[in-house]
């Protein structure tokens, strides 16, 4: 009897294990398909953009992309659950740092079943889920969709059931050929010397301005490099992108930062002072200063994105601001914003050899540049001379983008009138003439009326500044703020420099009355 319980034991033992196994296999197999399509994982997380009510119009102004799809969904809808991975997979395309082509189109998603959000989806006439709706973000941020309304430039999706399905009628919307077999980093976005929307290219450029300011200031933070010899150079260069960043949200950003500067970083307190430290661990105030905004940085490159992880990104971001920057300031600022500028990558450039490469070619400036034109050619002559020193490191290495080399700017093709004459030098290299005039008017409309026109500039985060405040400080080209405690020579630098000394003293010691009566208020 013993030995038939025993043996019946075994029987079910070995059931279950088979059953386990088997189940096992089944969901295994489950979430390996599931990877495949893009439902999260650390393979495939989660890239389309989840919205509400109370950042969905903000969000979807401040998009750089040309088109959104917005789904609106239930959680608790089994189809919604099953569609996710599908979603998930068109939107890798597009969203997130490795999508393959950044800046076309917008993925976000909307969850009806919560209560905050019934009448954003009232808005849009949301009757079953999933639903997908297509059109510009602009025309999502200020409108709304109703069934059979004519002439609207939101539209329903009326096929997008698979992930094949919808990257299909992308396509067709947008006359493309995006493919789930494109190569990572393939990038049509980059502004080639024979682009025929050249125009349309740069203008997108000021996103990736905005990216390159918002990381180069958490490069500072994270490398802690404010220090008492460090922040006077800081200040200035953030007085400078107050009054001319092309990108009314970075002014903004930079200006609260300025405000605050003395309480984030005070005078005669070291940044690693052990103490304050402590502090900041615990909840670090400077976590909450954003220098363009909320949705910046985004992780993604536009129009300085290489065909490699490793090229172009922040490095050509930079350059496009230097640029941005030399052909905004008046005649009058134009030794000075030099100065600020050469002291800003002396100090603060993370990358040695280039830093002092830079300072090297700032060392050699002997007179004072009296003119924009003379500063916004300074840098254009700066650029090309560091790409032709790349050129040949990189040629001898390996190590150049293979689609987007180093080149000399700007090319024949972007403006034949910049070039005089064009020869080969003994050594291989190019010797050109230039129509220095030409390129100074080429460089102001490449670098500033283009972004300038073409950027959407009336959506500004929720910040402590206010519009008029930065009003003030902008409508001067002379004016540049200057936080209460700084050193007094920064504040009397020159007239330039000055001129609005007072107004933020009078703005920090209010600032500060206010800060003693409620302690509180800006934690």
Not at 83 to 97: C, I, M, Q, S, W
Not at 181 to 191: Q, S
Not at 458 to 486: C, E, H, K, R, W
């Amino acid at each position: 009897m013993e030995t038939m319980l025993l043996l019946l034991l075994l029987f079910l033992l070995s059931s279950s294990v088979s059953t386990g196994a088997a189940a096992a296999s089944a969901v295994g197999s489950r979430r390996a398909i599931l990877r495949s399509l893009g439902d999260g994982g650390p393979d495939h997380p989660d890239v389309a953009v989840d919205l509400n009510s109370s950042n969905f119009d903000r969000v979807l102004s401040a998009s750089p992309a040309s088109f959104a799809v917005v789904e609106f969904f239930a959680h608790w809808c089994p189809a919604c659950r099953n569609y996710k991975p599908h979603y998930e997979k068109v939107a890798r395309l597009f969203n997130g740092p490795d999508a393959v082509h950044p800046g076309n189109v917008f993925m976000t998603r909307v969850d009806c079943a919560e209560k905050m959000n019934t009448k954003l989806c009232d808005r849009f006439s949301v009757s079953y889920f999933p639903i997908l709706f297509w059109g510009p973000p602009s025309k999502f941020a200020s409108g709304r969709w109703v069934p059979k309304q004519e002439n609207s430039e939101i539209q329903n999706i009326d096929d997008g059931r698979t992930a094949e399905r919808l990257l299909n009628w992308i396509n067709k919307k947008l006359g493309s050929s995006f493919s789930f077999d494109d190569e990572k980093y393939e990038n049509e976005n980059v502004a080639q010397s024979n682009a025929p929307d050249v125009g349309q290219q740069v203008a997108r450029a000021i996103y990736d301005v905005e990216e390159a300011t918002a990381n180069a200031f958490d490069i500072i933070l994270d490398h802690k490099m404010i220090k008492s010899e460090t922040r006077a150079p800081l200040i200035k260069f953030f007085q400078l992108l107050v009054a001319h960043h092309p990108s009314k949200r970075c002014r903004q950003g930079t200006a609260e930062i300025l405000v605050n500067f003395d309480e984030l970083w005070p005078s005669g307190v070291l940044f690693n002072n052990s103490e304050f430290t402590v502090i900041s661990q615990d909840k670090d105030p400077r976590k909450s200063f954003q220098i363009c905004g909320k949705e910046v940085p985004r992780g993604y490159w536009i129009f300085c994105r290489g065909s490699r992880n490793d090229t172009r990104g922040l490095s050509c971001g930079l350059w496009v601001l230097l640029h941005s920057l030399s052909v905004r300031v008046s005649d009058g600022e134009s030794h000075s914003a030099f100065v600020v500028i050469c002291d800003f990558i002396h100090n603060f450039f993370i990358c040695d050899d280039c830093r002092q490469h830079f300072y090297e070619m700032c060392s050699r400036v002997s007179n004072p540049m009296n003119t924009t034109r003379e500063f916004a050619l300074w840098v254009w002559s700066t650029h090309n001379s560091v790409n032709e020193r790349l050129m040949r490191e990189e040629n001898d290495l390996g190590t150049s983008d293979p689609k987007f080399p180093k080149m000399i700017w700007p090319s024949r093709q972007l403006c034949p009138s910049c070039y005089l004459s064009q020869s080969k030098k003994i050594n291989g290299t190019i010797q050109i003439d230039w129509m220095r005039e030409e390129v100074f008017n080429f460089l102001v409309n490449y670098y500033g009326k283009t972004i300038a026109s073409s950027f959407k500039d009336t959506v500004i985060y929720d910040s402590g500044v206010g519009d008029s405040m930065i009003d003030d400080l902008v409508s001067s080209a002379n004016a540049v703020a200057v936080p209460f405690g700084a050193a007094l020579a920064i504040a009397i630098a020159s007239c330039s420099f000055g001129a609005l000394a007072c107004f933020w003293r009078t703005k920090q010691k209010n600032r500060k009355y206010s800060h003693h009566l409620h302690p509180l208020k800006n934690v």
